[in-house]
């Protein structure tokens, strides 16, 4: 094709949002960029290092060398109708895309909506997914500039090109002619495509977390001879969880399980020649180190970082932990310095834990890792942990280690700039170690994205989390998140857990109460408890717990402070084979009366005996008796105890959970029901939640007002210096809704209710009402009974305030409601004063839809009035939602009862409500310049119900979102 075929006198900016990096197939970083004239000298290394065979594959006959016309071709281009993206490692090319926007003669072209498309990958990165993401990348670039299609034509030989295009999951058409297979697909997502983008990331995530957790090779970057520094005791304790004698000469170690050396290096710039330190020559530099280094971890004044990192990437090291401090936790020079260093790293190809990162372990036996500041390995237990705080990371450690519980792998990334906890979900995805996830999370960096992983990963092992900073909402210094998501609210945040199957817990010790019994017991079948035990009174106490948290007790069965093993036996078993009962709850006190009642070192009753324990063994036999037949019948068992504090250990074999207060036994028990009863949810809807196909639903009607009322705004608006350019009256609703961002504007009541009404949501008109005369002919045309209220925005959804009058019947009671609000109200026009038809006596309920752009949109419901401004009574979904999800949604609230008919009352057609809920859902999906929905009263009748209020609000898309390309962040 000649490009100068078509002239194009202006020359846009060059588009810094293309710019991403991102993991490839086996782990590994690379950065994608647009090509620009300075990169000459680098397209033609790259065309050098390409086989002949690639080469043919490419251009369809030999083509050994670029001459100077090819480089300005590929170098040059105009970022809208010939757009070329490299990837760069090391600052090197190891692939290009190109496209060139054609007619529908296949003639270069800056009007068409088709374009050519070609790659080159260096044989060397074949294989590592590279050209399946420059697909992703380059097709969004096109979409952007209103390509809706692109066409390539490939060699039938060229195995591997044709199935990037085939597995993409786009729509395509396929034929063959002359020898050449011509493709063409649309570039219009679809859900395979995006699950196919999903299935890439999740497995190139969860590669490079493993590639983190399993180094053959490693360097301590920043060791001492002073033993008490931080790079010294990274190096003890990297030493010890090798769990071997070094050579001192070598420094390898045994073979792992594949007979693979391991080796362990020690680096100090400034140490002399021939030093050791425990047993391990010491390097001046990781380059004077003669075999491959799979991790470093450095450990050196945040000064001398950058040149560490620099000889790390030389050296091919894979990833880094960056324990050095000073970063984004000082402010915003060290923000900057800390974006610096992951930009480094990535363009290394390095993924980074921290900075400021207490450290990395895995537990494997083949392959063990102690990468941090914890002095011993933990023991190897089904437990993943991750947080963002080293004293947390401690005391998670510490409470495991107390409890007698295992670990897989543990991660405390500090600053969290590059490797976060969606990298470790996906790792633990697929991780048969890891059994369940224990979080500790002040921030999140992509919440959306969590809550994607989350839901998949929770569908077969339990999450749960402690979330930091609940109350005040504030960020910790140092933790790098989009300014979208520092705002993030803690019902929002609910509604992400409770949507995802996360199980939120307060406290660390909740955590693994919660933790435990999820490991260690089969989960509910259902939320029937049976209380057993040796004392009524905490046999009370644990029912009580057990209302309180939502579970349905039996009454306690109260053995008496004189039971028995047996007893004990006779009476656990008695409860596991009820089939009423879906879940047991043993209490035990020391019996009294008996030399076994231990109370500060002495007896409440007979004399001193050393040799008696804080518990009774026959007790204990009887638990776990009852432990195994429990898991048989599928039905979890735990214990509530006082005073016996060696019976947990004596349980601890059989997997029984063992807590020292009824209300920890009850409130773990009640996070494993609530997480039993949301994997029965998803199964169930796995096969039966829809989202149903509604009549009267106009997508093009709704998106032509939606990008009219922005170029009415753009039209008026100054540009921004940033936005993106595209030539074209054709594609003028593209520049509109790829700005990127803008503020929101609230639509005019007229064009809200137009919008609505394209999707089946009919609001009830309302007339002004400036005087009396006018008030009276608006009553006569819309029909009495009417209702005159006010709808300035300071008394809007004010009754309180008397700005409404209801049951007006004629003409008379109009005219007097009138003179009234305009006396009470400073007059009728400053107040803006209505009429609308009396809607039908119901509830009056509350329906909103608001993106939020960290989560996406959230829907919501609550009763109108007091029970959602005063008391918060509001329940949220995330969009878009199946009919059951709105079902749940309306009977989540506690003032539910209001619409079923509480005390005699008439229920309400919920059935309408569901269905205006699920139409509020596919709008805002469907068109995601809508920002807000408010339909505020929604009053609900016994038959129908009636929309009194709404507002829209609108707002341009942001040029990238989270369901473009996969990219890393760059915050």
């Known amino acids: 094709m000649d490009d100068s075929a078509v002239a194009h006198p202006e020359q846009p900016d060059y588009p810094q949002h293309w710019e991403a990096d991102i993991l490839l197939r086996d782990g590994g970083t690379a950065r994608i960029r647009p090509i620009t004239p300075d990169d000459a000298g680098r397209l033609v290394e790259f065309y050098e290092q390409v086989s002949d065979q690639s080469k043919y594959f490419r251009f369809f006959a030999p083509y050994p060398k670029l001459s100077d016309k090819d480089v300005r071709r590929f170098t040059h281009h105009d970022f809208v109708n010939r757009v070329a993206l490299a990837v760069v490692i090391r600052d090197r090319f190891i692939a290009t895309v190109r496209y060139d926007r054609i007619d529908a003669d296949g003639r270069p072209s800056d009007a068409g909506t088709d374009a050519e498309v070609a790659f080159l990958v260096q044989d060397a990165h074949q294989g590592r997914g590279v050209a399946s993401a420059l697909l992703e990348h380059i097709a969004a670039v096109a979409q952007e500039r209103g390509i809706r299609r692109f066409q390539a034509e490939v060699l039938p030989e060229n195995r591997k090109m044709v199935k990037v295009f085939t597995d993409a999951g786009y729509t395509q058409r396929r034929s063959f002619a002359d020898g050449v297979v011509h493709l063409e ?367 349905r007790p039996r009454t306690p069965v109260d053995l008496t402070t004189a039971a028995t093993g047996e007893n004990f036996r006779i009476a656990l078993d008695v409860a596991l084979s009820d089939p009423a009962v879906d879940a047991v709850i043993a209490v035990a006190i020391p019996p009294i009366g008996t030399s076994a009642h231990a109370f500060m070192g002495g007896r409440l009753t007979g004399p001193d005996d050393p040799e008696m324990g804080s518990d009774d063994p026959e007790i204990a036999a009887a638990l776990l008796e009852a432990g195994r037949r429990a898991r048989e019948l599928g039905k979890p068992l735990v214990l509530a105890h006082l005073a016996l504090t060696d019976l947990p250990a004596r349980l601890r074999p059989g997997g029984i959970p063992a807590f020292a207060a009824p209300e920890r036994a009850v409130h773990a028990l009640a996070h494993a029901v609530h997480y039993a009863q949301w994997r029965r949810r998803m199964a169930e809807a796995e096969e039966t939640a829809r989202v149903p196909e509604l009549d009267r639903i106009d997508e093009p009607g709704a998106r032509a007002l939606v990008e009219a009322a922005l170029s009415t705004r753009a039209a008026i608006s100054r540009p921004s210096p940033t936005t993106t350019l595209v030539r074209g009256a054709t594609r003028r609703s593209l520049l509109i809704r790829t700005q990127p961002g803008g503020a929101r504007i609230t639509l005019p009541d007229a064009e809200a209710r137009a919008l609505l009404a394209h999707y089946g949501i009919d609001v009830s008109p309302t007339l002004p009402a400036p005087d009396e005369e006018t008030a009276v002919r608006a009553a006569a045309t819309l029909g009495y009974p009417a209702a005159l209220k006010a709808t300035a925005p300071h008394l809007r959804h004010r009754p309180d305030l008397g700005s409404v009058r209801l049951d007006l019947t004629g003409e008379p009671g109009l005219r007097r409601a009138h003179r009234e609000l305009d006396a009470l109200l400073g007059g009728a026009a400053q107040a803006e004063l209505v009429v609308q038809r009396l809607a039908p006596r119901g509830v009056d309920t509350v329906i909103g839809a608001t993106v939020d752009p960290a989560v996406g949109a959230i829907l919501s419901f609550g009763l109108a009035g007091a029970p959602a401004e005063l008391l918060g009574d509001v329940a949220h979904r995330l969009v878009p939602a199946t009919d059951q999800d709105v079902a749940g949604l309306i009977r989540e609230v506690r003032a539910a009862p209001l619409l079923f008919g509480w005390r005699g009352a008439e229920a309400v057609d919920t059935g309408a409500l569901e269905e205006l809920l699920l139409r509020v859902s596919q709008l805002v999906d469907d068109v995601p310049e809508v920002a807000s929905v408010d339909l505020e009263p929604v009053v609900v009748a016994p038959h129908g119900l009636a929309i009194l209020g709404a507002r829209v609000r609108i707002a341009p898309l942001p040029v990238r979102s989270d369901l473009g390309p996969r990219a890393m962040s760059t915050l």
């Open 185 to 551: 697909f649309d570039l219009e997502p679809t859900a395979r495509s995006l699950a196919v983008m999903r299935a890439r990331e999740h497995r190139a995530e969860a590669r490079s977390v493993q590639r983190l957790l399993t180094p053959r090779s490693v360097a301590v970057i920043g060791v001492s001879r002073n033993p008490q520094t931080v790079g010294r005791a990274l190096l003890r304790d990297l030493l010890g969880s090798f769990e071997t004698e070094f050579d001192s000469r070598y420094g390898t170690a045994a073979p792992d399980a594949k007979g693979t050396p391991r080796a362990v290096y020690a680096v100090n710039r400034n140490a002399p020649p021939g030093t050791e330190l425990d047993g391990i020559p010491v390097h001046r530099s990781i380059l004077d180190i003669p075999g491959p280094v799979d991790l470093a971890v450095i450990a050196v004044p945040e000064g001398a970082v950058p040149a560490a990192v620099a000889e790390c990437g030389a050296h091919g090291v894979q990833g880094l932990v960056v324990v050095t401090a000073g970063y984004a936790e000082t402010g915003v020079e060290g923000r900057d310095r800390q974006r610096a260093l992951v930009g480094q790293a990535r363009a290394a190809g390095m993924r980074v834990i921290g900075p400021n990162a207490f450290g990395l372990i895995n537990t494997d036996p083949d392959l063990p890792l102690n990468a941090s500041l914890a002095p011993h390995l933990p023991r190897r237990g089904g437990f993943g942990i991750f947080c963002q705080s080293g004293a947390i990371g401690v005391a998670l450690l510490e409470a495991a280690h107390r409890r007698g519980l295992g670990v897989s792998s543990f991660a405390s990334v500090g600053n969290r700039a590059d490797v976060s906890g969606n990298d470790f979900l996906q790792y633990w995805a697929e991780d048969d170690a890891t059994e369940v996830v224990l979080l500790y999370l002040e921030s999140f960096g992509n919440p959306r994205k969590f809550t994607r992983i989350a839901r998949r990963l929770a569908a077969v092992k339990p999450i749960v989390v402690v979330k930091g900073a609940r109350h005040t909402g504030s960020l910790p210094p140092g933790h790098a998140v989009p300014a979208t998501a520092t705002g993030l609210r803690d019902a929002t945040v609910d509604a992400l857990f409770e949507q995802a199957g996360v199980t939120r817990v307060e406290t660390i010790t909740e955590l693994y109460d919660t933790g435990e019994l999820l490991a260690l017991q089969p989960l509910p079948p259902g939320d029937r408890v049976a209380v057993v035990g040796n004392s009524d009174s905490l046999g009370l106490l644990t029912h009580d717990a057990c209302l309180s948290a939502g579970l």
